[in-house]
């Protein structure tokens, strides 16, 4: 659009600075970070871990999409601080409300690659036990999940429960209104959420002045009575501060944050996408250089927190999972047709009784085909095209 | 099955003469004090007990903690509505009327409808979505919509509509008590519909159909508000010497073919009412799936007799719109009665 209306607000101003403990070349911040404090180099040494455990996955996962082993794969590489903080500032017991790039955030906090994965080879639509890692379904709508995350902990407040919720969501999901509402609703209801924004400043090609008019993302929380921090999102330590600030205050009664971290996408969108048609090589070299764990790298080893044999250690274990994950990627997709009519209502319906019928009639015909022919073409060996309905999945 | 058949429970209280709202609100009440999980919002639904006083005195028992109005803003309620069943609760929530169900559309047919199938049966989403729906009360534009097709024509939910007051009961409590969630549609015009109840009353299944009056020539399938617009039918077409069997679908979602195929292949014809537009409506579902199953047993195309495919109309406009017992009589009179 080109209406060029000049706004009377202030909201035009250009954004503040972003707060940050470790800057973009490894050097901790002395200036005022808003009162948030460095973690100790115990815990920075863990987020560290498990970027880099994130980033290998992320790489590995996204070369096996190249290679035709999952339909599709949204990477969250040059995000691994805002994913990886903002789970590492949950206990176990709190619940995480993810969308379809936050794969590394489930990888984080447990989920097996192959359960992680299940949803992106067509396996079935989402592939972990959501009860068991308290895990939402990664949400594929924008911003849907937000609001489910603030019924989960209003919840939780009824109950009295000291469960927190958090919400991952991006950039461009603040401009769809259960954004919005989810914000309000958390706000009213002083509901114990926590909105973590990746601000990657691009929804697939669209920039972030395209999609709103004010200076942050984090502003907007004024407007809805909570606190919004504007956070350097590629700085782990300020992002861990901050959401771990935000979850404790949930936890004490003090209601919901928005937490906006400024990041950068440096993958496409998904496979299908092409970058070079929204965004020049040049802003893809200056985040590079904004890198979350080399400058976290840098950090740790100037206070002597990771040697070069720690360093050697968590790389091999990187190594190791990229290479389990590509190995049960190898293995062959197991579906079971008949499953398709088992989980749409909890009470049986008869409709679906017949349909789920008339398709085991088919693949029985199917089958039965397929095994004539191979007994006309002997010695050929049988190779059903569809896995044995078997109940398996029990 | 008839609603004769059903007998009041044990322990059931003195009879009482309720409105169709006064018994929805005695459901909600009873499952509340039956059951802690069950929790109740949405706009205006607190202190004022709702539009149509359905959740009058709700508030004042249960209090701040299980009765709460919610910001104005229908896919909020929704998607809020289901985070709390992820984490144990039963809620119950109102839109507010059937045109400002809109809003939440999202969040009904992508999550509530799906999740459970999403997760391979791990999370169940017990919500009860109540819509007072249709028209005939005089209400101004968007107050009258009938959108139960959208609801029906959506996998993963069960979609009901009581026409009187014992089931508006019976079938609310069920759908409370239900781990599917359930579009739950009011009949607005038929609200304030008395009927003498012993609660707790409980009448044939929520998932089932009744016959509401027993004929030889004709099945009229009806469902909400057109159930009385049918009933009047039958009783107007004894006069001219036919015979009308009524059916109250009382379920959308599931569809009772056995009742209704029955009945159907007792009759050999068959007409469906309902007040939404024709084109693409819930009518067209019954009568294709009628026919391909008991095609042989029929005597006549199965009719639809329904609104006009046009908006909603004004006040003033709506007699036009609305199906009615000469109408529906008319409409029979095309049929070859050989």
Not at chain 1, 235 to 252: G, K, L
Not at chain 2, 307 to 322: A, T, V
Request: hydrophobic share 40%; with cysteine; net charge negative.
């Amino acid at each position: 659009m080109s209406l060029n209306v000049e706004s009377p607000v202030v909201s035009t101003a250009s954004a503040p600075q972003p707060l940050r403990l470790i800057d973009d070349t490894g050097h901790a911040v002395t200036d005022d970070a808003g009162g948030f404090t460095l973690p100790d180099p115990g815990t920075l040494l863990g987020l560290y871990r498990q970027m880099v455990i994130a980033r290998r996955f992320d790489v590995q996962v996204t070369a096996l999409t190249r290679q035709g082993r999952l339909a599709t794969y949204p990477s969250a590489l040059g995000q691994e601080a805002c994913e990886i903080a903002a789970v590492a500032s949950l206990d176990p017991g709190d619940w995480l409300f993810p969308t379809y790039r936050d794969s590394i955030a489930l990888l984080t906090r447990g989920v097996k690659p192959e359960h992680i994965l299940a949803s992106f080879r067509g396996e079935w639509h989402s592939g972990y036990d959501q009860y068991e890692h308290r895990i939402a379904p990664q949400a594929t709508p924008l911003a849907t999940q937000a609001l489910h995350a603030v019924g989960l902990a209003t919840a939780s407040k009824l109950k009295r429960d000291s469960t927190v919720a958090l919400t991952l969501l991006g950039d461009g999901a603040t401009s769809e209104g259960d954004a919005h509402e989810a914000f309000n609703f958390a706000a009213v209801w002083q509901a114990p959420v926590v909105f973590v924004v990746q601000n990657n400043q691009f929804a697939i090609s669209v920039p972030l002045d395209k999609q709103m008019h004010c200076r942050t993302i984090a502003d907007k929380a004024i407007g809805y009575g909570m606190p919004g921090y504007y956070v350097d999102g590629n700085d782990v330590a300020a992002m861990y501060a901050v959401t771990s600030a935000a979850v404790d205050r949930a936890r004490a009664g003090g209601g919901p944050t928005l937490v906006e971290g400024l990041t950068y996408r440096m993958e496409a969108h998904t496979n299908s996408d092409d970058p070079s048609r929204y965004r020049s090589a040049d802003d893809v070299d200056v985040w590079r250089r904004r890198d979350p764990i080399e400058r976290l790298d840098i950090y740790l080893v100037s206070i002597g927190a990771l040697s070069d044999q720690e360093r050697a250690g968590i790389r091999d274990e990187a190594e190791d999972l990229a290479t389990a994950t590509r190995e049960c990627m190898t293995l062959p997709v197991q579906v079971d047709p008949l499953e398709l009519f088992d989980h749409v209502y909890a009470a049986p319906r008869t409709a679906l009784s017949e349909q789920r019928a008339f398709l085991a009639a088919e693949l029985a015909e199917h089958a039965a085909l397929a095994e004539h022919a191979a007994l006309a073409a002997q010695p050929a060996p049988i190779t059903p095209s569809v896995s044995t309905p078997s109940g398996a999945h029990a | 099955m008839t609603l004769q058949s059903t007998a009041p429970p044990a322990g059931a209280r003195p009879p009482v003469t309720l409105t169709m709202a006064a018994a929805l609100n005695a459901a909600i009440q009873d499952s509340m004090r039956d059951d802690p999980t069950v929790v109740l919002f949405g706009e205006d639904v607190g202190p004022l007990g709702g539009v149509f006083r359905v959740t009058d005195g709700l508030y004042a028992e249960f209090g701040e903690t299980r009765v709460s109005d919610s910001p104005l803003a229908e896919s909020g309620i929704v998607g809020t509505a289901i985070g709390m069943a992820i984490y144990g609760l039963r809620p119950v929530v109102e839109m507010q009327f059937d045109a400002f169900s809109y809003p939440a559309f999202e969040q009904i047919v992508s999550h509530l409808a799906k999740m459970r199938n999403r997760t391979r049966g791990r999370i169940s989403l017990p919500i009860v979505i109540r819509i007072p729906y249709a028209g005939d009360i005089g209400g101004v534009e968007h107050h009258s919509d009938s959108s139960e097709a959208y609801w029906t024509a959506t996998p993963g939910l069960t979609v009901v509509s009581p026409s009187n007051p014992a089931d508006a009961y019976s079938m609310l409590r069920e759908a409370i008590a239900s781990d599917d969630p359930v579009i739950f549609m009011e009949p607005k015009s038929r609200y304030w519909v008395k009927e003498a109840l012993s609660l707790p009353v409980q009448t044939a299944p929520m998932n089932t159909a009744v016959v509401l009056r027993e004929g030889t020539d004709v099945t009229l399938i009806a469902y909400g508000p057109t159930v009385k617009t049918a009933l009047a039918t039958a009783e107007l077409a004894t006069a001219e010497g036919l015979s009308i069997e009524v059916i109250d679908l009382r379920s959308l979602a599931p569809f009772d073919d056995a009742t209704v195929g029955a009945s159907l292949r007792k009759t050999s014809r068959a007409a469906v009412v309902h007040e939404a537009a024709q084109f693409g409506g819930y009518g067209a579902e019954v009568a294709a799936r009628l026919t391909e199953r008991n095609f042989f047993h029929l005597a006549a195309p199965i009719l639809r007799i329904t609104g006009f495919d046009i908006p909603y109309p004004s006040p003033k406009l709506e007699e036009y719109f609305l199906p009615t017992p000469d109408r529906i009589l008319a409409a029979l009179g095309t049929w070859e009665w050989s």
